[in-house]
């Protein structure tokens, strides 16, 4: 007894690219993974020989779809509307391709994946587990879709890629040459992703934004505008870069710090806590921005410069030094049991208490450049003169 399920219907056949095709008829009534029936009797799509559709499980090809070439469609797979699967790709598991979508050149398209609209996928693309690639979208080459990524509008995806978990490429995004997409990230605009880059978490890449040289952005970072992040970069954090903004060369942007403008981060310089620098100024050579910083116009910042609320390290250190020594001066008139007004033990408290978050942020690091040490141990000595201060009454 037979155990095919259809037949290849000779009388119904047509020339398409140059090859011979034919429709299916079934042999048997089944239904498909998604519910659908399919009678005895009823016609199928298109293939051009047995090799293009398995006899085994409840994969079939409806409308005008077509399969031909050394394509195949197996397992559960669902091949529908005006699809092509040729060449040497693989349509299996319950994968359902539909629309005008065309996959080919040894691509696989598997798991619970669904293609379609007019997308494309070629080379020896993956799109697998319950990854959706749709409207004019391209997979190209080796790149991998998987997860419960989504890759549409006229994205284009390729190379050594990967895009997983709940990632999003849409608009007209490009992601190419190793670049890695994935948690919650959603690159569209014109955004171009590539060059071995990673964009993770929360983070948002758009407008004509380019990621490369293996640069990360992750968290809830937003990297916008013309801004480009590249040669490993890091932004992450609540950070905004945007403009025609450059960071580059080992630089990081993080906090709720904003880059924007012309302004150029480079060189091991790191912006964080809500400093923002703008216009076209440029801030490098290991040189820190923080707290508060705003850092505009042509103002070049480099040679490892800490500004805190707008503050170098050497005026930092001049800063520091006075009310330091006064703290320390009161605990020791309070340790010899001197009289000491308590108006003037609070004006030191108060003087002190914006330098509490310097002194956190530097303990936060995990290098300091000698002066900053210096500013720490001062800093970290003050605090606990700070705490004797507080217990006189």
Known sequence: MSTKKYKI?????????GRTLYRIKALRDFNTV???????????????????????????????????????????????????????????????????????????????????????????ARVYGEAKVYNFAKILDNAQVYDNAKIYENAIVAGDVQIYHNAQVYGNAW?????????????????????????????KVYGNAQIFGKAKVYGNAQICGAAEVSNNAIIYGCAVVTGKAQIYNNAQVHGVAGICGKAKICDYAQIYDRA?????????????????????????????KYIFKSLNVDETLS????????????????????????????????????????????CGRTYLFPKEKEILAMLSQCKEDVKILKKVK
Do not use: M
């Open 34 to 124: 998604t519910g659908e029936t399919v009678f005895k009797g009823d016609l199928g799509g298109f293939i051009e020989t047995e090799n293009n559709l398995s006899q085994e499980g409840y994969c079939w090809i409806f409308n005008n779809a077509k399969v031909y070439d050394d394509a195949r469609v197996s397992e559960d797979a669902k091949i529908c509307g005006g699809a092509e699967i040729f060449d040497s790709a693989e349509v299996f598991g319950n994968a359902e391709i539909s629309g005008n979508t065309q996959i080919f050149y040894g691509a696989h398209v598997c798991g619970n994946a669904k293609v379609y609209g007019y997308a494309k996928v070629c080379g020896k």
């Open 9 to 17: 219907v000779k009388s119904k056949s047509i020339v398409y690219n």
């Open 276 to 304: 923002c620098v703008f216009d076209e100024a440029e801030v490098c050579g290991s040189s820190l921005v923080c707290n508060v910083a705003e850092i505009g116009k042509n103002k070049k910042i480099k040679n490892g």
């Open 319 to 362: 800063k520091i030094e006075p009310i330091c020594y006064k703290i320390s001066f009161a605990v020791r008139v309070i340790e010899l049991k001197l009289p000491i007004e308590q108006g003037y033990i609070e004006s030191l408290v108060s003087q002190f208490a914006e330098y509490n978050e310097l002194a956190d942020s530097l």
């Open 175 to 203: 992601i190419y040459d190793d670049a890695f997409i994935c948690d919650n990230a959603r690159i569209y605009g014109l955004a171009k992703i590539f060059n071995k880059a990673i964009v993770y978490g929360n983070a």
